[in-house]
């Protein structure tokens, strides 16, 4: 039977007594094959070069219908006999692919596909995306055939994650744009992503803990906690980084990767790259945040302000410095927000900004927020600085009144 390989040609086939093929007039070697027991199943059937066109051609399942569409298996169907045209043997590769496990596919995730991305992730993104593989996956699934995962074994997987659910999240997403790969590298079928479905946690949303404004008592004891720290030993350049971080509210990625030559310290301006929201950018430094950087000791030959172990590249990490100081200051259990986060002092930093009257493009802008609605967090700080804004103008105008009079 030759047809157009459509959704209602293939519903409109019946089950025969023998297997039968309906082959399409578009698409040489695309077909479906209908069981006696009534189940469609998409094919191709193709010779390759070095049959020379000679003897019984070679023939792939696809899928089946419910798994893939006609034009979801047509074009799988073309994109293989493009493999055939180059020389290669599809079913040859489907076999080797068989035996690939997932450290396999985790390896050429790593390595092929995130580096080659339109825009790869950032490096502290690699970095996270590394850890969750290397402690949590490859441990769990590694040794297992990409082809065989199924969805119950990620589910056991997620179980034993359950006492932390954002990483476990985030290692299902990870596993998810993996295996998305391995069906786009042929690895696997179409469509049986296991990670799809698996239900993810529910995660304490930190939408109200952005709302993050502290007193000026808690201020003054969070830098004699660092003041303190570093008299007892803790690394200069991780305190420092701390006070640029409290002081400029930029994440503490932009802060550990900061150069000397792209710093202005005259003019109070830093250039930073590859951020969260740009590739370049110019940022305002004020002034006590200057006053921390001039007091940083430069390193002979490390072209970066935090220099980190070996004194080559920048500072990774200031996690433990600032689990000891945030508990030196009793900053480690506020009301309403618990453990005050490195994240958290950038916060502070906009709402500051915004509770005295400064608009929220600026307030925004001062920290690198992308658009205006991620500084629209911060808007019930404005009313109070709106009120003294107002007070102000009316005594202005009292003033005045009282003077024509």
Known sequence: MRQRITKRAVDSLAARSRVYFLWDTDLTGFGCKVTPAGRKIYVLQYRTRHQNWKGAPKRLTLGKQGELTPDH??????????????????????????????????????????????????????????????????????????????????????????????????????????????????????????????????????GARKEVMLTAEQMRKLFQAIDGEEDDGADPAACAAIRIAFWTGWRIGEVLALKWDNLDLKRGVARLVGTKTSDEEYRQLPDEAIQVLESV?????????????????????????????????????????GALRLHDLRHNVVSWDVSRGVPLEIAGKNVGHRSRQATEVYAHFAPDALKRAADARARAMRVALEQAG
């Open 73 to 206: 298996a047509r074009k799988l169907a073309a994109d293989l006999l493009l493999e055939v045209k180059a020389g290669e043997d599809p079913s040859l590769m489907r076999r080797r692919s068989e035996a690939l496990t997932v450290a396999d596919l985790m390896d050429r995730f790593q390595q092929e596909y995130l580096p080659n991305k339109k825009r790869p992730p950032r490096a502290s993104t690699l970095r996270s995306y590394d850890s969750l593989i290397r402690c949590h996956v490859v441990p769990a699934l590694g040794k297992k055939r990409v082809q065989e995962v199924a969805t119950a074994d990620l589910e056991r997987m997620h179980q034993r994650m359950r006492a932390t659910p954002y990483v476990a999240n985030r290692t299902l997403t990870v596993l998810q744009h993996a295996f998305d790969q391995a069906e786009a590298w042929g690895w696997r079928a179409q469509a049986t992503n296991p990670a799809k479905g698996v239900e993810r946690y529910p995660e304490q949303r930190r």
């Open 297 to 337: 000791e430069r390193v002979a030959g490390c072209p970066f302000v935090l220099s980190g172990r070996g004194g080559q590249e920048h500072l990774t990490t200031v996690k433990r410095p600032w689990g000891i100081i945030r508990k030196r200051a009793g900053l480690d259990k506020l009301d309403g927000l």
